[in-house]
């Protein structure tokens, strides 16, 4: 099994940064795609970055492009998002997942994303 743990997330005012964390234990962590997802209350779970298993391939959702950088080290098994001129749109709970690589749904879709860590709370105040 796979284990993934993120850390990181806090209190933050508008236009401050974080870097969140996502420890991976469990399985050889750098063969796979690794991805990161928010939720605010009373919305659904949306993609907001992912990495390819050599990071050198990224993507991201519109609204973080220039904002936020996936990134990961895979000799430590671990993936970060840094986040820089955060909004109070950006606050939610934030998850990394893992995609094991089984065909069908793209890599935007939390469907495709096989294990979840228990997720870390960014609160971003205006």
């Known amino acids: 099994q796979v284990q993934l743990v993120e850390s990181g997330g806090g209190l933050v005012q508008a236009g401050g940064s974080l870097r969140l964390s996502c420890a991976a234990s469990?399985?050889?962590?750098?063969?796979?795609?690794m991805g990161w997802f928010r939720q605010a209350p009373g919305k659904e779970r949306e993609f907001v970055a992912a990495?390819?298993?050599?990071?050198?391939?990224?993507y991201y959702i519109d609204s973080v492009k220039g904002r936020f950088t996936i990134s990961r080290d895979n000799a430590k098994n671990t993936v970060y998002l840094q986040m820089n001129s955060l909004k109070p749109e950006d606050t939610a709970v934030y998850y990394c997942?893992?995609?094991?690589?089984?065909?069908?749904?793209?890599?935007?879709?939390?469907?495709?994303?096989?294990?979840w860590g228990q997720g870390t709370q960014v609160t971003v105040s205006s």
């Open positions: 997942a893992l995609d094991s690589g089984r065909p069908g749904w793209p890599y935007t879709d939390r469907r495709q994303y096989d294990y």
């Open positions: 990495t390819s298993w050599s990071g050198g391939t990224t």
């Open positions: 469990g399985r050889t962590f750098s063969i796979y795609r």
